[in-house]
Every structure is written in C-alpha cells, then in structure tokens.
C-alpha cells in the first residue's frame, strides 16, 4: 500500500468538503477502481465525481492508468456547463452578475432574482457580523433538489442558486437565486418558492454576533431570515 494525496476544486471540492483527500491506496489499482471507490464514499457528490477528469502530474488520465508512488493526483470537475455548476456553495463573495447570467437565455422573456443581505438590525438587536456554515454535500443536494421541483412546477423555469458560508459583513450578500422563465409570473413565483425552500429544509446555519452576545440560528422550519 502508498499515501495516495488526490487534490480537489471548485464544486467537487465543496460537495465533498475538503480540497484534498488522503488514502491508502494499492499500487496495482487503477484510477478507474479510485473513482468508484470515491463514489461509494461521498455518495452525495457521486454525480459530479463520474463526470469528473483524473490527472496524473498535470496531465490527464484514463480511468486504466496505474497509480505510482509520488504521482500528483487531481480530480477535476468539468470546467463549464454541468448542472452542479448552478448551485454552488461558497467561502467567496457571491457575484450577482454571475448567477443570474447562468439562466439567461433566448426563449427567457423574464428574470427574477433574490438577493439575501446581512442585515444589521434584528428586532432592534444591532448584529456585528455573521457566520454561516453549511453541512455542504447535503445543502449542495438539496439545493439541487428544489431546481428539480421548480422544473416540475414550471418546465421552462431555468434556476441558478449561490449560497455563501463562512465570515460576512453587514450588507454581504449571503444567497443569491436567480431564476428565468418565458413569462415574468412564472419567475417571480419560482423564485419566491424557491427561497421558502431553501429556509425549509438546506441545512445551513448562522451565528449571529451582537454588540452583547451571539447565538446560533438554524435553518429549517423556516427560521432563518435573509
């Protein structure tokens, strides 16, 4: 057995929740065999680790090439144009322009967005900062799930959501959700379900900071406000 060291990026890191991964790994299996073993093992980012490349010391791989000990290893989400590419959980400052224009296209006569920012008063309690944070391949999951309720309730609706976690500042953008459809009451009710979805049942949390004490908040039933 070797110390196999396999880097991750931008959706696949997030859906699996750490940039790197560590294994213990036999000299005569092949990257195929590591790939099925991943999924079996972070069964939530299986989708995305199936359409993801291999690469061997910078260069890509087949899934029947042998592993060496002191190869560099990365497994690398498609660069553009999967759908896990529409819902995204982030630690980066959350680009509005970005997630709207992924559900812009020709046959889209209206666009509606939601943009949730911290706030700094709360019942007239003075908020200082928040912090949220995310069970990440389930919220990643379920994120994409209500895409997929959206697209039974309203088969044109294209949607696109970005939620940020870590340390933001009063008037950070925390979620953005944009959603397009050939007609503007169909994208304004999506995007409203869609936000009422999210506060149900993504489990992401936040920690508000008060001039006189902090305490968490979660998020399902609702409790969460944006």
């Given at each position: 057995m070797m110390k196999v060291s396999?880097?991750?990026?931008?959706?696949?890191a997030e859906?699996?929740?750490?940039g790197t991964l560590e294994l213990d790994w036999g000299a005569e299996r092949n990257l195929g065999e590591m790939r099925n073993f991943l999924m079996e093992k972070y069964p939530d980012a299986a989708p995305l680790i199936r359409q993801s490349f291999f690469s061997?010391?910078?260069?890509?791989?087949?899934?029947k090439e042998l592993i060496e000990e002191g190869d560099e290893l990365a497994l690398?989400?498609?660069?553009?144009?999967?759908e896990e590419d529409y819902f995204l959980i982030t630690e980066e400052p959350v680009s509005i322009e970005q997630v709207i224009s992924k559900v812009v296209h020709p046959d889209a006569g209206a666009v509606n967005s939601f943009i949730g920012t911290v706030r700094e008063l709360t019942k007239g309690k003075k908020t200082l900062y928040l912090e949220y944070e995310a069970y990440v391949p389930m919220a990643?999951?379920?994120?994409?799930q209500i895409g997929d309720e959206i697209k039974k309730k309203w088969p044109d609706a294209k949607v696109a959501i970005t939620h940020r976690i870590g340390h933001l500042e009063i008037s950070d953008v925390a979620v953005v959700i944009a959603v397009s459809t050939p007609h503007r009451h169909d994208s304004f009710e999506a995007c409203r379900y869609a936000i009422e979805r999210i506060k149900e049942m993504v489990p992401i949390w936040k920690k508000e900071f008060w001039e006189d004490?902090?305490?968490?908040?979660?998020?399902?039933?609702?409790t969460i406000s944006y």
């Open positions: 396999i880097q991750l990026f931008a959706g696949l859906a699996i929740g750490s061997v010391n910078h260069e890509y791989a087949d899934d690398i989400p498609p660069v553009s144009g999967g990643l999951r379920k994120m994409k004490g902090e305490s968490w908040v979660g998020n399902q039933q609702g």
